[in-house]
């Protein structure tokens, strides 16, 4: 098993590529060997007394990321409780993925240098037991953005035909935050649109699967039959700002208010920057700025989708 994780993390690299020389200082930080220095440690310790011990010690690893940062408190601690005991059958995966981690990594960044020749590390990127939060993507902490990786929840969606779409994906998120930033819902759309339409272009031929768009269910499937319904729902929501708004498009969790599966924002996102990328590059898409993306977003809406009827 540790041998074919290894091999998923690394497989989608060009051999000709060569990793970050030995003993050089690598771009990211690991926190997964202490979490499981911890885990095993307090293996029989009493579930209250390991989740304080717990919230104690890693108050100082990667500080605010194992914070509540606006939970509520029984959850997180439940969610803490969960993630520990659940730890024991995972384990060898999670420690696989930290293993391959700094060497895919390393040769993943040349990949997005060949696509965008300015791309380079510009916030801290952190590799962490996220218990079950994410396989990647950006956080704020107190102010500063990290680009997060959870070898746990890598461990369990991630082989080796999507590792490599995942990195492309969450390092092109890195990349664009530079010419990109907007808080209203369509721009959440775009943002996850046009990662995942630069992973399909990336990895020509590369399947829903590959792109993360068969998550939590097929969403293509889910969505075709309804299309205009759902992208004409994106529509009437595009300049919210609320996070009730913004939950059922993006998170996995909904409470079928919407009639669509979570995530359904990524494939109506991709959607939009599939039409709008249309004969244009990929660096010339990542550099549109928001007052250069909002008419050809709201165009790439007219021209997917008749929402006459619900204006």
Not at 185 to 200: D, F, H, K, N, P
Request: charge should be negative; include cysteine.
């Amino acid at each position: 098993m540790i041998r074919f994780l290894v091999a998923a993390m690394l497989a989608f690299l060009p051999i000709s590529v060569a990793a970050q020389p030995a003993g050089e200082e690598q771009p990211f930080t690991s926190h997964v060997a202490e979490f499981d220095r911890f885990a095993v440690e307090t293996a029989t310790t009493e579930r209250a007394e390991r989740v304080a011990l717990f919230r104690a010690r890693f108050a100082d690893v990667f500080p605010g990321f194992y914070a509540l940062r606006g939970r509520d408190e029984a959850r997180h601690e439940a969610r803490i409780a969960q993630a520990l005991e659940a730890y024991p059958r995972l384990r060898e995966r999670i420690l696989a993925v930290d293993a391959a981690f700094a060497e895919s990594f390393a040769t993943g960044l040349p990949r997005m240098q060949a696509v965008f020749p300015d791309f380079g590390v510009t916030m801290p990127v952190h590799l962490v037991q996220s218990m079950g939060e994410m396989d990647g993507g950006t956080r704020t902490i107190d102010g500063t953005t990290y680009l997060i990786f959870g070898a746990d929840m890598i461990a369990q969606l991630h082989d080796a035909d999507t590792v490599g779409p995942l990195l492309d994906h969450e390092l092109f998120h890195m990349y664009h935050k530079r010419f990109f930033s907007c808080e209203p819902l369509w721009c959440s759309a775009w943002r996850e649109g046009l990662a995942t339409y630069v992973a399909e272009r990336m990895n020509p031929g590369a399947t829903d699967r590959q792109l993360l768009l068969h998550l939590p269910v097929s969403l293509r499937e889910a969505v075709d039959p309804r299309f205009d319904e759902a992208m004409c729902l994106l529509a009437a929501k595009r300049n919210s700002e609320e996070d009730a708004d913004y939950a059922p498009f993006f998170y996995f969790s909904t409470d079928g208010a919407t009639g669509f599966p979570g995530r359904f924002g990524y494939y109506l996102g991709y959607r939009i920057a599939r039409q709008v990328g249309e004969g244009m590059s990929l660096e010339a898409l990542a550099k549109l700025t928001p007052e250069q993306v909002r008419p050809r977003f709201d165009r790439a809406i007219t021209e997917l989708a008749d929402c006459s009827g619900t204006e």
